[in-house]
């Protein structure tokens, strides 16, 4: 297996329906490490790193939402795995 680093930035109506908790729920789950925060600009930006298939289900996750979410778009960069991270944190 490979791993993978991704940095995605999550838009539409991503900020106050727990969308932050539900991936890093989804993160830690898989194993993926990282971090994830709102931004002033009312999206949502990640890294997450990890086995690229659990990265790559993330993604996923992310470009669904959680229920209450109205996802816009995902605009995502695949980057070369780091291992700078010892989990998911949610970051301000």
């Given at each position: ?11 539409g ?25 709102n ?26 939402g ?27």
């Amino acid at each position: 297996m490979s791993r993978a680093r991704a940095h995605i930035v999550v838009s539409g109506r991503v900020q106050g329906v727990w969308f932050r908790g539900g991936a890093q729920a989804e993160a830690r789950a898989r194993g993926v490490t990282g971090w994830i925060r709102n931004r002033p600009d009312e999206t949502v930006e990640a890294v997450l790193e990890g086995e690229e298939e659990d990265v790559r289900a993330v993604v996923a996750w992310c470009r669904r939402g959680p229920p209450g979410a109205r996802v816009d778009g995902a605009e995502v960069t695949w980057l070369p795995w780091c291992g700078e991270f010892d989990a998911m944190r949610i970051v301000r």
